[in-house]
């Protein structure tokens, strides 16, 4: 049974990094990219990017480039997610959900992480 | 950037009653679009990807239709564990988009 199992809350300083990990299991690690998506307190979800386990490809929201960078590791089978320069507006819940390999097609995110609550404060 | 529009943003129906989501995209999609359920302190929940392929597991009760620009996601029986918040997105072609959300409560 596929199952992703994220890394715990994290409270961080205005300007800083964070680093989720999303430990994939129950299924082959390589067939599948991850998107990242948050959803601040009281706001509906927003996709983050995506990026490819076969090709290492990313695409990443308009509004988070040059802040953020996702990679994956297929020796453990987790996927990174780092967002730099930390602001008020980063709080929020973060997951990794399982998606497509092909930035052209996809059929949804299939399995979701636990979830990622960042808090950010000063 | 492709926008996707829902309505209503939040809506009250007795169960039993039949309840229609709208989701509208900025530009022609094709049937590149999912639906999820999201309820507080869980992860959000695929119900239907394709635009009307309901994933397995999901209660037939739920159905999506449309394609381009105009799609529906339809809980033809409302049931007291359908309280959640839904969320249309917009996957693949190389950006993807979420809808803002649709609150459904029990009148």
């Known amino acids: 049974q596929a199952q992703l199992v994220q890394s715990g809350a994290e409270v961080k300083r205005f300007g800083a990094s964070v680093k989720v990990s999303c430990k994939a299991s129950g299924y082959n690690f390589k067939s599948y990219g991850f998107s990242w998506v948050r959803q601040a307190p009281g706001q509906g979800l927003e996709w983050m990017g995506w990026i490819s386990t076969y090709n290492g490809d990313t695409n990443y929201a308009q509004n988070l480039q040059g802040r953020v960078a996702m990679t994956t590791d297929t020796s453990t089978n987790t996927a990174y997610m780092e967002l730099r320069s930390l602001r008020s507006d980063d709080t929020a819940v973060y997951y990794c959900?399982?998606?497509?390999?092909?930035?052209?097609?996809?059929?949804?995110?299939?399995?979701w992480g636990q979830g990622t609550t960042v808090t950010v404060s000063s | 950037d492709i926008q996707m529009t829902q309505s209503p943003s939040s809506l009250s129906a007795s169960v039993g009653d039949r309840v229609t989501i709208t989701c509208r995209a900025s530009q022609g999609i094709g049937k590149s679009l999912a639906w999820y359920q999201h309820k507080p302190g869980e992860a959000p929940k695929l119900l239907i990807h394709?635009?009307?392929i309901l994933r397995p597991g999901v209660p037939s009760r739920f159905s999506g239709s449309g394609s381009g620009t105009d799609f529906t996601l339809t809980i033809s029986s409302l049931q007291p564990e359908d309280v959640a918040t839904y969320y249309c997105?917009?996957?693949?072609?190389?950006?993807?988009?979420f809808g803002q959300g649709t609150r459904v409560e029990i009148k």
């Open positions: 959900a399982r998606d497509t390999n092909d930035v052209w097609s996809g059929y949804g995110m299939d399995v």
């Open positions: 997105e917009k996957y693949a072609s190389a950006l993807w988009t």
């Open positions: 394709g635009a009307s």
